[in-house]
């Protein structure tokens, strides 16, 4: 079967992303409270 | 503490990341595409252990009334609507070019999408209800009755007969796999444990801040 790194650097990065938006979003979150 | 659990995922993701391309062979029969499953099996149980945080948070939040609970049922419920989209998303990535399809309506992939959709329901009713503790109270049933769809999901591949291959792990009787891709599994396994932990000592700390500053 052919290898379809593709799909695997696909997924890999998109799961990427996804974890680091997230983090990204909490550490806005507690800045936002930091200035309030 | 929570820092030190956020360096901890970071090296616990380095690992997996090299133990899944380092160290696991290349698969006989899928070849490498199989690697996603380093990926997508950890989310995926990660996301059954947040749902079950859920369930036992929302049991303790109706019985006691505890609003720390309650927190805890709602950061754990959006990390795990974070682990369950990434499950869902890696999923069909393997099975286009695995099953030949993307999607198909099998047993185990509807029974996981309903999973997801309740607990975005979950998320959704949260954010709707102005009056903070009958939010909480409505939430904390609908985050028990989505749990149950929990064994739902895993047996599913038992239970009907699915295009999606039976369990990895957390089936009955040891593994059925080489310990050469078992332990980049667990390692990852391990990863996104700690990752969940991390995230979930945050969002609980942002939550409690937030009704501080409410307050």
Redesign the interface.
Known sequence: ?????G??L???G??AV??VV??RR?VR??RE?DH? | MTRVLGWLAVLGLLAGLVAGFGLAPREVTQGNVQRIMYVHVPSVLVAYLAYTVVFVASIAYLARRVEAADRVAHASAEIGVLFNGITIATGSIWGKPTWGTWWTWDARLTSVAILFVMYLGYLLLRGMIEDRERGARYAAVLGIVAALNVPLVHFSVLWWRTLHQPPSLLKPGAPAMSSAILTPLLVNLAAYALLYAYFLAKRVRILRREEEAAA
């Open positions: 079967m052919p290898d379809h790194w799909f695997v696909s997924a890999y998109l799961t996804a974890l997230y983090w909490l979150q507690e409270l309030t």
